[in-house]
């Protein structure tokens, strides 16, 4: 039976025939009581062990119980089961593709400067270079790119120390695994200025800001985590807020499961940049992976 045919058998059987959001409180109360009896029968297969030998019935039919609630619920609100249960399925498939999935392989082998000359391209494989100065109690990073100096020196801009001046990883991790990054393509001097609507639109200020505010966003959540130095899943809300912060730009297409990467890898390289005082990074598009090489002798 699919979900269209049991939607519309179960809603024979419905005796509130209210519609909208007012007929709605009744199936809520219903489903928040059906989770309620199907922990009961949960709690006394775990009390009774193998001796609770109605568990399979009863907890499936606690499960069907379940079911004819939320499809109520859906039918009251004008909603398909079927829809929302393939809605359901690509959210999954977004939120847990791999690099091997059909999903997370097409963005991972997309460049977005593909169409572009090799002077306005990310370069696929480059190495960075992140040296750490002191000056009294002022702290700043200087990072280098075959010997040459690129952006400006950074400070915590903090009244902390909190490594803030390494945040560039950040910005380097999304070029490397995303392979997007406004800042870095300011940074390298890799705006595609040969078209003027994506040089103003995803490499312009505004991309470049929206890039700023998911790297300030997303280190609040780490200060809190302990920079992710034990964590291989992040919160979800978090990946979905900051893949509706770039829904305007073209890397929205890249997965959940990718800005997860991206995000995870940055916090990689940031911790052992701090760690050591800084340091050489490699990073590779083509490979999506940045990897930290250590300081030179």
């Not at 419905?14 to 059906?34: F, M, R, S, T, W």
């Not at 490499?203 to 997303?218: H, K, P, Q, W, Y």
């Not at 499961?257 to 005082?277: P, S, V």
Request: net charge negative.
């Amino acid at each position: 039976m699919d979900f269209k045919s049991y939607q519309k058998q179960a809603n024979r059987t419905d005796q509130n025939d209210v519609k909208g959001v007012e007929g709605v409180h009744i199936p809520l109360l219903g489903l928040a009581g059906e989770t309620g009896t199907l922990l009961t029968e949960y709690k006394k297969r775990l009390r009774d062990g193998e001796s609770h030998k109605l568990f399979p019935t009863q907890f499936k039919e606690e499960l069907g119980d379940i079911l004819w609630y939320i499809s109520n619920i859906a039918s009251k609100l004008d909603l398909s089961m079927e829809d929302i249960a393939k809605a359901n399925l690509a959210k999954i498939k977004e939120r847990w593709s791999t690099m091997h999935t059909d999903q997370m392989s097409l963005a991972a082998k997309f460049f977005f400067d593909d169409d572009c000359h090799i002077e306005e391209q990310i370069p696929r494989e480059f190495e960075v270079y992140f040296k750490e100065l002191s000056s009294g109690n002022k702290v700043q990073v200087k990072i280098s790119m075959n010997n040459v100096n690129i952006g400006d020196a950074l400070t915590d801009n903090s009244h902390e120390d909190d490594g803030y001046r390494y945040h560039d990883a950040f910005h380097f991790a999304f070029a490397a695994v995303l392979g997007w990054s406004p800042v870095v393509r300011s940074i390298l001097r890799k705006k595609r200025k040969s078209q003027p609507k994506m040089d103003e639109v995803e490499d312009g200020a505004r991309a470049a800001i929206l890039e700023e505010a998911i790297t300030a966003f997303v280190y609040n959540h780490a200060k809190n985590h302990e920079f992710y130095k034990d964590i291989s899943i992040l919160d979800y809300e978090l990946l979905k807020t900051v893949k509706g912060l770039v829904s305007g730009l073209e890397v929205k297409i890249c997965p959940l499961t990718q800005w997860q990467k991206a995000i995870l890898d940055g916090y990689r390289i940031f911790n052992q940049l701090l760690e050591n005082n800084g340091g050489r990074v490699r990073l590779n598009l083509n490979e999506r992976e940045i990897k930290y090489l250590g300081k030179d002798e």
